[in-house]
């Protein structure tokens, strides 16, 4: 299979940490089998923290459907960037938040304000993350917040955001619906 040459700022070895109690799986390229293996991270018998290098990152990135970047872990915070060396400056690192950091936005007393700033988070995964820990930090109006923009935004089953807005793109054009 031979790895086609890399280069020196794609070398760099990243640390990052699973920052959620599930299960991430990333292909890692193995020089001495000559081929991509699977990694695990967490869960029961996987590793809390994954040393990869910024190109095999890079490549899992490639590997995500751009309907389904929201899903990519290194940027939507169910893995963070914990060594500082040699950051990769076009890497999106706004979700990479852990519990205290999180918690931090139940100091908001302002009902508006929160709201605005739940509204803003685009990352499922965040959402999800601050509704559990609401359930020990919250208060009742933030928690009933952060549910209903799951309930809007996120409700299991049904038709996901990306059908419906292909369907009502068509619709808008004068297609009808099968």
Known sequence: MSRPEVADEDKIIETWEINTPGTVWVMQFDR????????????????????????????????????????????????????????????DQRYHLNNEALSQYFAISDEDLFREEMESITSELVIRRLAHLGEKEAKQWQSDIIRDIIERKYKAGGTQRTVRELLSAGEQLGLTAL
Do not use: C, M, W
């Open 32 to 91: 001495r089998e000559d081929r991509y293996k699977k990694t695990r991270i967490g869960g029961r018998s996987g590793t809390r923290r994954l040393y990869i290098t910024r190109d095999d990152r890079k490549f899992n990135q490639e590997q995500i459907p751009l309907e389904n970047q929201h899903l990519d872990p290194f940027t939507n915070g169910a893995l963070v960037l914990i060594d500082a060396a040699n950051r990769d400056e076009t890497l």
